[in-house]
C-alpha cells in the first residue's frame, strides 16, 4: 500500500488503518463520495487522499466550504458568469466547477447549503451540464463531486431540512471518518508527527513530549479530534519554554471543562446572586474551553457552540479573554 503520510493522514490504530483501505479503494472508483464525521476528523485530507491517489490526480482539487456560499450569489459562485451578467460581473468567470474541470469537486460542509444551492446542485448532478449566469448555452463537465458532513444528512432529509433527491445523488460512496478518541493510540502517535512537523517548518529544536504531556493526550476526550489536537500542540511548541512539552496550559484550560460545582459558600449568598455566579462561571469556562479546541479561532468556536458570531465575541469581551482576544475571527 502507497505511503499515506504525506497526505497528513497519520496513525497505527486499526480504526484507522481501515479507513486508509477504503480510501485506496474509493481512489480507483471515479464515482461520488460522502465523507462523514466529526469536526476535526480529517474529512478534507481524506478527500485529498482520494483525489490524488486516483485518475485524476493531474488534474484541480477545488475545495469550498458551502457556509461560505452566499445565497444571492450561489449559482454564479459554482457555475461562473458571463460579463455583465450583473452589476459587479465585469469580467467572465468559470466558477468553481469550471476551475475543476477534469479533477475533483470538494463540498464541505455540504449540509450548511441554502434550498436554492441545493436545488442547483441536483440540477448539476443529474448530468455534469450547468449553464453561466448571463450565458445562453448548456455546459458539461468531466468532474468527480466528492462532499463532507459533521451533520446526520438521514436525520436532516427525514426533517425536510436537506433535499432527499440531492442525498441519494450524492450517497453513493461514502466513508466515516473516526473520531479521535476511537483510535486507540493514535492520538500520541499524530502528536509526535505534528511536533516534528513544527521543528521543520519553524527550524526550532524537536520538544518531545513530557511524561506530563503524553499522559494528557492519551486520557483525554478529544471532542475537536485531530484538529483539536494540532492547535494545542502548535500553541505549546510556539509558546512554552520547555524543553520537554507538559501541555501545562492547555491541561489548565480543558479542565474548565469539568461541571459547575456550587461551593460552600454559596448557599451564604441568594438563589439570585448564586445562579447568576454559576452561570457566569459556566459562560467562562466554556467559551474558554471552546476556544482552547479551536485554536482561538472565535467564528468556529462559535459555530460549534450553535452561538451568533457576535453573540459569542461579546462572551469572549465580557470575560476578558485576553489569551483568545484578537485571534481568527
Known amino acids: 500500500m502507497e505511503d499515506h503520510s504525506r497526505f497528513n493522514l497519520v496513525g ?51 475545495p469550498v466550504n458551502c457556509g461560505s456560499l452566499t445565497d444571492s450569489l450561489v449559482e454564479s459562485e459554482l457555475f461562473g458568469h458571463e460579463r455583465g451578467a450583473f452589476t459587479d460581473a465585469k469580467t467572465a468567470s468559470a466558477g468553481l466547477i469550471g476551475e475543476a474541470a477534469g479533477g475533483t469537486f470538494f463540498l464541505d460542509e455540504v449540509d450548511t447549503l441554502s434550498a436554492k444551492a441545493q436545488a442547483a446542485l441536483l440540477r448539476f448532478l443529474q448530468d455534469h451540464t450547468y449553464r453561466r449566469v448571463g450565458g445562453g448555452g448548456l455546459r458539461q463537465v468531466d468532474v468527480r463531486v466528492i462532499v463532507a458532513s459533521n451533520a446526520d444528512l438521514v436525520d436532516l432529509a427525514q426533517k425536510r431540512q436537506f433535499r432527499q433527491d440531492l442525498l441519494y445523488r450524492l450517497n453513493v460512496l461514502s466513508l466515516h471518518m473516526p473520531a479521535l478518541r476511537d483510535r486507540q493510540g493514535d492520538a500520541a502517535v499524530l502528536a509526535g508527527a505534528v511536533l516534528q512537523r513544527l521543528s521543520h517548518q519553524y527550524r526550532m529544536p524537536l520538544k518531545p513530549l513530557h511524561a506530563d504531556g503524553l499522559a494528557f493526550i492519551q486520557q483525554y476526550r478529544w471532542p475537536g479530534n485531530v484538529r483539536e489536537l494540532e492547535n494545542i500542540i502548535h500553541r505549546e511548541f510556539l509558546m512554552s519554554d520547555d524543553a520537554e512539552l507538559r501541555l501545562r496550559e492547555s491541561r489548565d484550560l480543558l479542565m474548565d471543562e469539568a461541571p459547575v460545582e456550587i461551593s460552600n459558600d454559596g448557599i451564604d449568598h441568594p438563589f439570585r446572586d448564586a445562579k447568576a455566579n454559576a452561570v457566569a462561571e459556566f459562560e467562562r469556562s466554556y467559551v474558554r474551553a471552546m476556544l482552547a479546541r479551536t485554536g482561538g479561532n472565535i467564528s468556529q468556536a462559535a459555530r460549534l457552540s450553535k452561538q451568533e458570531r457576535s453573540a459569542f465575541g461579546k462572551l469572549v469581551r465580557k470575560y476578558k479573554l485576553g489569551g483568545f482576544e484578537g485571534q481568527v475571527a
Not at 484507522?16 to 474529512?43: M, N, P, S, Y
Open 12 to 62: 497505527s490504530s486499526p480504526q484507522f488503518l481501515k479507513i486508509v483501505d477504503q480510501i485506496h479503494r474509493l481512489a480507483k472508483l471515479d464515482a461520488t463520495v460522502l465523507i462523514a464525521g466529526e469536526t476535526g476528523t480529517g474529512k478534507e485530507l481524506a478527500a485529498r487522499a482520494i483525489h490524488y491517489l486516483g485518475a485524476r490526480s493531474e488534474k484541480p482539487f477545488v
